[in-house]
Nanobody
Framework: QVQLVESGGGLVQAGGSLRLSCKTSGITFSINAMRWGRQAPGKQREFIATVSSDGSTNYADSVKGRFTVSRDNAKNTVYLQMNSLKPEDTAVYYC???????WGQGTQVTVSS
């Protein structure tokens, strides 16, 4: 079955960095675009980064210039490097496989001021 397992979340001070990973199984990873989304308390889930099967990327304005999405097809894994973190980045972060319409379970990121 499809599994998307995020890791790498945690507590970090404003200005710090974290690297999230999403290990996938049960999908043909190399042909999938992969997306990262997040959901802050009391807010709707939003997409923040996409990496296409050819490696091209797209970002929400809120994270552009600070976050970098990448993929390793050999490891069936997608990454999100988050730099210059702000308290407003606090949220549960999810990876998403559009072709399968499947979300991971999420990983909590908390940024303290």
């Amino acid at each position: 079955q499809v599994q998307l397992v995020e890791s790498g979340g945690g507590l970090v001070q404003a200005g710090g960095s974290l690297r999230l990973s999403c290990k996938t199984s049960g999908i043909t990873f190399s042909i999938n675009a992969m997306r990262w989304g997040r959901q802050a308390p009391g807010k709707q889930r939003e997409f923040i980064a996409t990496v296409s099967s050819d490696g091209s990327t797209n970002y929400a304005d809120s994270v552009k210039g600070r976050f970098t999405v990448s993929r390793d097809n050999a490891k069936n894994t997608v990454y999100l490097q988050m730099n210059s973190l702000k308290p407003e980045d606090t949220a549960v972060y999810y990876c998403y496989a559009p072709l399968s319409d499947y979300w991971g379970q999420g990983t909590q990121v908390t940024v303290s001021s």
